[in-house]
């Protein structure tokens, strides 16, 4: 699939977060937004995922451990054709769609989280797994820079690497922001590329919303053998909606109907 | 004979481990102390490490888990319920995770070690997690029937095993109803519910008591009928227990009696919401009443 049809999902997808979010006056669309990249690429191209193989584990599988930004996966499962429900049911009563994913209500949804730093060691569990099967299936876990404040995912970290978990990908969405501002005024988890190297993982960097750059990262990880791979992808939070990139603010408030209005149509102009 | 529950769960898993394919054991560099030592012996690709890291340990459970295999996961009581208890909650019991998590070094019976290392409320706080069952053998014999027994259950369980060695009350024979509470004696007027180790020592109070004594190894689910049928059968009910008297057994007998209009009243002899201390096992266990003697004591009031 060449960029321009990858871009013309991810818009779709950036689309559909926005529409979720409104709908629900509820959710996370900053991080959602900023990750809309990486999941379509993920899905459309990375990962061995379809409508035949969704309902089992034997295939690549996918872990968001940021699981606040469940409306880029919901999102991105449905651009993909792998999600019956109507994303219109997201955070409502009774709806698979949770707020945060849940693997037993959606088979497209490979780990429940929420909690975060929980699906990093989840996702080093899948790959272990994989190891034990001798199959070639991978697992990518995708995880916020903020959320590399909690120490679960440098035990993960270190298990991954301990283990050789080379059919691991985890990608550290690094948008600079969390809920109580700049994460580097926050506590500053930063540098994150030289402390994944210290814990023996192989680092790559990239622009998380330039598809080649993806793609080179996505390369790199697979070449690597006897270890896991830390992608670190720059991302900006909010990727698409002029007010809210760059603004911790939208990092779990619903837009209003104005707001909403521009949303949607800086998300046309973009096209 | 004596024997460790915690050494019964070893053998018991090697066994079980060498037979079952699906089974991946994870410990946090505990494995001489917990026992799972046997299995990496008797398998040692399916034995991991996680290192001293018990929370991830747990969310690795819960990976392997999501991927088919039966996972058993141990670290002492303190650890494995208290520390990794949010990663229990969202990453295993939320999804409904195949996951077995024995737990060694519960209660005031680790001794030396100290309040530090002696759980008295690991049976609390995983009673009240949705999807989990939870589960204290008394003696040896029954570790090794309930470790089989959850193998083969789907789902989340926590089981609490011992440090010390505990007296037989069970034999190689026994043939074991993992959904009913075990009559072990039957007496008159009073009855002792116990878990754990406390079910030896009920049945050395109950000869000078000749009170009824029961085994309570399921504390979830609890057999409701059966507690309820011997508290209406006798005119004084007690919960014994190596564990906090908030949130154990004698709550799990509390809820299910306050649901009756059942006259009988029911007493706490555990640990009264007060940390433990060093020395050894007996003497700790014997400070703190937790001790045929001390039953008596207060049966007789």
New interface residues.
Partial sequence: MDNNELSKHALSVRRNIVKMVYDAQSGHPGGSLGCADILTYLYFEEMNINKENLSS?NRDRF?LSKGHCSPALYAVLKERDLLDEDLESFRQINSKLQGHP???YVAGV??????LG?G???????????K??KNDNRVYALLGDGESEE??VW??L??AA??KLDNLVVIFDVNGLQIDGNVEDVIGPLPLNKKAEAFNCNVVTCDGHNFDEIADAFKKARECKGAPTVIVAQTVKGKGVSFMENNYGWHGKAPNEEEFKIAMSDLKEAL | MAQETRNAYGEKLAELIVKDEKIVVLDADLTKSTKTADAKKACPERHFNAGIAEANMMGMAAGLAASGKTVFASSFAVFAAGRAFEIIRNSICYPKLNVKICATHAGLSVGEDGASHQSIEDVGIMRTLPNMKVFVPCDQYETKALIEYVSKLNGPCYVRLGRGKVEDVYTADTKFDFSKVDILRKGKDIVLFAMGLMVQEALKAAEELDATVVNVSSLKPVDEEGIVELLKSHKKAYALEEHNIYGGLYSAIAEIKAKTDIGTPIYPIGVNDTFGESGKAKDVLHKYGLTAENVVKVVKG
């Fill in positions: 584990t872990v849940n693997m037993n490979d780990m429940s989280t929420g909690s929980q990093v060691s989840a996702a080093v569990g899948m790959a272990l797994a994989n034990l099967d120490g679960i035990e993960a270190m298990a301990h283990y």
